[in-house]
């Protein structure tokens, strides 16, 4: 079904159980988004955070036409850090069929200039992305107001 999830445990032996992972997909019944520039991914990310005080990371999972099909929110840090594992970005795009993805994450204390540890989540997303053939398009930092756009900075070539 489309726009509905559902997760199940499923009990297989006394104390086993086996987990179902579900994937949200936007259906035909829904407009999807299209993304074209960094402002509109950091516009869709923005307009996804539930608060603004901790540091969100998130992935855009895009058709071959960049239309978002999927989204999700891998992490959910503290304040000035979240912690990102390419298994949790390349999951959910596997099961949805991305052809490519944008991620992406907040900065809640404001500033828009990336860490040593921003750089290096980005390079460990992109090429685990080329392996997989599913390419990381651009890695945006956002605010309240503002985006920054690691790909316009040259940070992923």
């Given amino acids: 079904m ?8 499923i ?13 949200r997909y936007i259906g035909p019944r829904r407009k999807s988004r299209s993304i074209q520039h960094a402002e509109h991914a950091a516009e869709f990310m923005r307009s996804l955070l539930r608060d603004h005080a901790r540091e969100h990371f998130i992935a855009l999972y895009l058709s071959g036409c960049h239309h978002v099909v999927s989204h999700s929110l ?6 000035t850090a979240s912690l990102v594992h390419p298994r949790e ?5 596997i099961l949805v069929g991305a052809c490519a993805l944008i991620v ?4 809640p204390s404001g500033g828009l ?11 460990t997303i ?4 080329a392996f997989l053939g599913i390419p990381l398009l651009d890695h945006i930092i956002f605010d309240r ?13």
């Avoid at 970005?89 to 795009?93: I, S």
Wanted: hydrophobic share 25%.
């Fill in 126 to 129: 992109r090429h685990t992305g």
């Fill in 2 to 9: 489309y726009g509905r999830t559902k997760t199940i445990d």
């Fill in 104 to 107: 992406g994450h907040n900065h």
């Fill in 89 to 93: 970005v390349f999951q959910p795009a």
């Fill in 74 to 79: 891998v992490s959910l840090g503290t304040a």
């Fill in 113 to 123: 200039t990336e860490s040593p540890e921003d750089i290096k989540v980005t390079w």
């Fill in 145 to 157: 107001e503002g985006f920054s756009s690691l790909k316009e900075k040259g940070r992923l070539d």
């Fill in 11 to 23: 009990k297989t032996e006394p104390g086993d159980f086996v987990r179902e992972v579900t994937a």
